[in-house]
């Protein structure tokens, strides 16, 4: 298992090491958008954002151990609405993959938003050709299915997408497997 995670802005400094993680993982790019990853990928990640959204409320924070970047987390504060917190992605480096991380940067992410008093949902975007990978992620993390399913089309691929929410406060309603069931009296 790898060491203590440390969650942080990415600056123009990172975008190497970004670069880097969404190289090491064409699988996902090639499963949301039926291409490898892009050679600029990286800054576009950190710059995208929907056109109503401030560049203040786009924030892409690095989950850091000590061998470097493990996993990235893109969010939107108020997107799309004011109070809902956004995760356009929650990538894990390959090699650090089954060990915690995605978990464990999540745990920081809900530390992060606690600060922001307006949003009380995290919401998620579950890509329907990601499906098979993602949505036991984001359920063993408290999140559910909400709305419909909505058409996709990125690169290559159509499917469709679907929202997938939780609450931004309160620790996570699902017991992390490791972790033996809470007895009640």
């Known amino acids: 298992m790898t060491g ?15 670069q880097e993680l969404l190289d090491a993982d064409p699988g996902y790019a090639l499963r949301v958008t039926g291409e490898a990853p ?18 203040n409320q786009k924030i892409v924070l690095g989950a850091f151990d ?38 464990r940067a999540h745990d920081l992410l809900l530390a992060h938003v606690a600060d922001w008093a307006e949003v009380t949902t995290l919401r998620a975007a579950i890509v329907g050709t990601n499906a098979a990978e993602a949505e036991p992620f984001w359920a063993a993390l408290g999140y559910q299915p909400t709305g419909t399913p909505r058409p996709y089309q990125a690169g290559a691929t159509t499917t469709d997408v679907t929202a997938w929410t939780r609450s931004a ?9 490791d972790q033996p069931p809470r007895r009640t009296r």
Not at 4 to 18: C, E, G, I, Q, V
Not at 38 to 55: F, I, M, Q
Not at 86 to 103: A, D, M, T
């Open 38 to 55: 892009e050679p600029g990928g990286a800054v576009d990640l950190v710059v995208d954002r929907p056109p109503d959204l401030p560049a």
């Open 66 to 103: 000590d061998d470097g970047l493990a996993a990235v987390i893109d969010v939107l504060r108020g997107w799309p609405n004011r109070t809902t917190a956004h995760i356009g992605l929650l990538q894990v480096h390959p090699s650090r993959k089954r060990q915690g991380v995605g978990r």
């Open 169 to 177: 406060h309160g620790s996570n309603p699902t017991p992390h497997p």
């Open 4 to 18: 203590m995670l440390r969650l942080r802005p990415l600056t123009d400094r990172d975008l190497p090491a970004l």
